[in-house]
């Protein structure tokens, strides 16, 4: 069965992960812009790091036949400057015609701040007016809740926006239900400590259905793992859930999504 | 859509449920249970047996005791601003 991870930063991996990614049957793996783990002291680093997601990742993915696309933006954690992001945004455009990027993300909320939101705004406005997909990341642990409920509001107080076209990632138990009730795709981020296990990823399966679901590793330079992505279908297999629901969940949902932005190749089997 | 009958149900019978997961859920609980002999074992114990956080794990305590199938949503909850 072949896989498609969501959801991975890529650029904080070593090339031994694309090679473990391969032998686990990852065919497609997308890179969200994020956080460096600092924030960068000029708009121009934005500009450097989007061609590294646009360049040198899709080549050293490829050297194991794994696709690799990419989302951009200026992310939640440094968009608390609002006219520091508007620069930013500025150049983003140029960007969207790269042929491994699906749309803008990981946008959303960090803290939940009035500025933080400004900037998803801004960034929401730039994917309706170039007609992309949005990725959305929500806040850890105890902001969660709260931020998704904003996030939501302000997605649909502007009325153009097609749920179908958005995906909350960083979905718990608490948030789940209200994203996918409100039509929105939603994806579960399997994480040590702060997001979720892969039981509590098929528990949330099982309960809401396959529909709209995805479930990613995002492994970055923190603890995390692409292969728990492959311990969560082992759950799944385990369980005694069907080989097509599996499939469904692992790769077809992901090709259903993404496969909406017309540079994603991968197709559903079903 | 929190209740309900679930929408893609695990193939598995309650005792198989039990006997795959008995050991596990025993093992995160003592872990819990060491976790909190580790903090009160702590010689400066007073300054932060009142500790927010405690109490919050101390109330999670409580949605685990209870029944249905929604504790993690409950828990998470607990926890959110």
Redesign the interface.
Known sequence: MKVIEPHIHMIARTTHDYERMALMHCVACCEPAFWAGYDRASPEAFYDYFKHLTEFEPKRAAQYGIQHYAWICINPKEAEDVEFSKRVIEFIPEYLEKPNVLGIGEIGLNKNTKNELTTFELQVDLAVTHGQLIWIHTPH??????GVGLLLDALASRGDIDPQRVCFDHM???TL?RV??AGYWAAMTIYPMTKTSP??VI?M???????RFMVDASGDWGPSDPATLHNAIFEMR????RDE?VEDLFYNNPCRFLGQCPKFKPKPTR | MTGGSPKLPCPKTGPELLDMYYLEIRSHLLETAAAFDRLERSPDWERIKDDQRLRKLRASLEVLGSSGTDRAERFLKLFSV
Do not use: M
């Open positions: 642990l105890d902001d969660k809740s709260k718990e138990e608490h239900g996918l009730d039981a509590r528990d399966v099982e309960k809401f259905g396959p529909e385990k369980r005694g859930h629901d």
